[in-house]
């Protein structure tokens, strides 16, 4: 009985929430000596400590209280909440476009685990429609759950089921694509995605959330709207990140797949692109472009699908001392290229240039980004520069690593001939290669100063 009434508490938390005759669930009202606090009385994670009894305030938002704090503390009995969202029938509307979601898990589609206190992806992409009715309005939709799996966990076998399931829906007349996803690895999907489904007729629209759809703040619903306003009535036929522009909800930016990072681990309007702008703004209303050239939609259904990928490719991050081991330990495990992010230009310490001729050696294929992000690797500036290219390792332009790392187990999904192999990785498919960086595609303002405090002040944030 205890267990059911005092979920996951124990110590001292257990013994307060008996004390005063509080359950789980209840709500409760608190005096501490911190001041009055009211809200929901919350089950515990299995994993947390005993001093803190956790509430749900009014806001949404939790809290914790240390119950050493605690002076008074009362509780009402209400029955236990329902985490579940019935599924609803979409229903069909003449003339709207039919847009397909798919479903890979993520926070856009989740719910909170009291068990834990982790966020888990439980919510199918019909319930969606159960909680943001509004989609209605936008288009007709069916769903599709292909995976349930946090995107940390998505790798080369979903890229390939998602990129043919595209092809499917292409062959059987959708206007439009949309993919749930969590926000960690969304970027490195869309570029996998953009490599692997070429020539498309229609939008592909990868969608994600950075705060969960028990918060206030979630922008869950309001991405998931822009998403498929891009899907079905936008004009941008190419694999894209559909996510917060500014901090408001103002309008969501669709970023190219193949130059946008998630940068910052929090904020909704995380996602950026990179040495480039995005290519248009999202709002219900529509799609505005802002980037001079993009793939048009097209009423056919000729798509390339490509849907190969080795994963004996992996990244690596120079740091100053790194020992040539870290090299031979991938070259001994049979992996056949390597993405290096360097320093500066594209540059490596000379301690690791006998490991690189050794992967030379072995038939691993080599390239160098940049951990600057922004500009182009330039291995003819510096003799290091000149040294690495003599010992086979090949820059990539201004390509990101990310996509580099994508881009190059792709590659080798199709050919392991070291100059197919360099023609492909140089030869851009979707703008992860451009000739030049536009002026304003390089914008980092610091704060504190005080063009940029009135600027965020006055004009947006």
Not at 41 to 49: F, G, I, Q, Y
């Amino acid at each position: 009985m205890d267990k059911d009434l005092f979920q996951g508490y124990k110590g001292e938390a257990l013994e307060t929430l008996k004390k005063f005759n509080v359950h789980v669930w209840d709500d409760a009202k608190l005096e501490t000596t911190r001041g009055h606090f009211s809200g929901k009385v919350l089950p515990r994670a299995e994993n947390t400590d005993t001093k803190h009894i956790v509430l749900k305030l009014i806001t949404g938002y939790n809290v914790g209280i240390d119950v050493d704090t605690i002076t008074a503390m009362s509780g009402v009995s209400v029955p236990q909440p329902i985490f579940h969202i019935p599924e609803k029938e979409f229903p069909y509307t003449p003339g709207l476009p039919s847009v397909k979601l798919l479903g890979t898990g993520g926070t856009i589609a989740s719910r909170l685990d009291y068990r834990t206190g982790a966020v888990i992806p439980a919510f199918s992409p019909g319930e969606l429609y159960g909680s943001v009715p509004e989609l209605a309005d936008i288009c007709n939709l069916d769903t599709e759950k292909i995976f349930a799996v946090f995107s940390e966990n998505m790798a080369p076998p979903q890229y390939i089921a998602l990129a043919k399931k595209i092809g499917e829906e292409i062959e059987n007349g959708i206007d439009g694509i949309v993919i749930g996803h969590g926000t960690d690895t969304l970027h490195h999907t869309a570029a996998a995605l953009t490599f692997m489904c070429q020539n498309l007729p229609i939008p592909v629209v990868l969608v994600g959330s950075q705060r969960s759809s028990d918060r206030p703040s979630s922008d869950a619903a309001l991405n998931l709207m822009h998403a498929m306003t891009a899907a079905g009535h936008g004009d941008i036929a190419e694999v894209m990140v559909c996510m917060f522009g500014p901090t408001s909800d103002e309008y969501g930016f669709l970023h190219k797949g193949t130059r946008v990072r998630k940068m910052h681990s929090s904020y909704r309007s995380t996602f950026r692109t990179i040495g480039d702008i995005p290519v248009a703004t999202v709002t219900r209303k529509g799609v505005v472009p802002i980037h001079e050239h993009y793939n048009h939609r097209r009423k056919d259904k000729n798509v390339k699908i490509i849907p190969t990928f080795d994963d004996r490719v992996a990244m690596l991050y120079y740091y100053p001392g790194m020992k040539p081991d870290v090299l031979d330990a991938l070259v001994d495990n049979g992996y056949k290229g390597v993405v290096w992010v360097g320093t500066g230009l594209g540059h490596i310490n000379k301690l690791m240039y006998p490991a690189v001729e050794r992967a030379q050696a072995a038939g691993v294929h080599q390239f160098m980004t940049l951990q600057t992000l922004w500009g182009y690797v330039d291995m003819f500036v510096y003799d290091t520069g000149r040294d690495m290219m003599a010992r086979g390792i090949i820059p990539a332009g201004n390509m990101l690593p990310e996509v580099a790392y994508i881009k190059l187990g792709w590659v080798l999904g199709q050919t392991d001939d070291p100059e197919e192999v360099k023609r492909l990785m140089l030869t851009p498919v979707n703008d992860e290669i451009t000739e030049r960086e536009p002026y304003n595609g390089y914008l980092i303002y610091q704060g504190g100063v005080h063009e940029v405090d009135e600027f965020i002040k006055h004009v947006h944030k």
